[in-house]
């Protein structure tokens, strides 16, 4: 399929037909989501696997009772990492390891180091816009592989973090359902490009 049909045929899925999606598929599937950017490409972003009927009944519950829990093959729960000073180490350590130039490093690390130093509140803004940048990769290599998802921002993300007993650093931010869909897409419709431009 062509990129530009994976991106107009992709819907938001509203009810699986519960049929698992192969191993080596959901392994394709996250092969594409590592690929994602990311700003300093620090990489804030975990991803819980969910596919055991008895977890996704009792996040459906968080979920408002929406189908799309019970019945997709496996959901994916993107969380961000708010430990930015580890994942700082950890990048620093990354460009060492694959021997990115001392200047280059200087430069990153230094925007790092600036960054480490803005309001928790507004570094975790930043941090979860790099997550919907994955989780969008999700969403279209889904697409691509013949499956179908549901990108979901309407949970409760503390009763995520208890339910699947997730570190205090990882916050649940954007599921993506992914299965065999049981329904139709309905027609959908978007402003025209126009409407994007500032005059």
Known sequence: ?????????RYATKLFDGRPVPDAKVAELLELVRWAPSGLNIQPWKIKMVADAATKALLSVATFAEPQIETCSHLLVFCTDTDFAGLSEKLSRAMKARGIPDKIWDIVMGIAGEMAGMPPEDLRAWTSCQVYIA????????????????PMTHFIPE?????????????????????????????????????????
């Open 1 to 9: 399929m062509e990129f530009q049909e994976i991106i107009k045929q």
């Open 135 to 150: 989780a969008t990769y999700a969403i279209l290599g889904a697409k691509a592989l013949g499956l179908d998802s549901c």
């Open 159 to 199: 009763e995520y973090s208890r339910i699947l007993a997730l570190p205090a650093n990882l916050v649940p931010t954007l599921l993506c359902a992914i299965g065999y869909p049981a329904d139709q897409p309905k027609p959908k419709w978007r402003y025209p490009v126009e409407d994007l431009l500032i005059a």
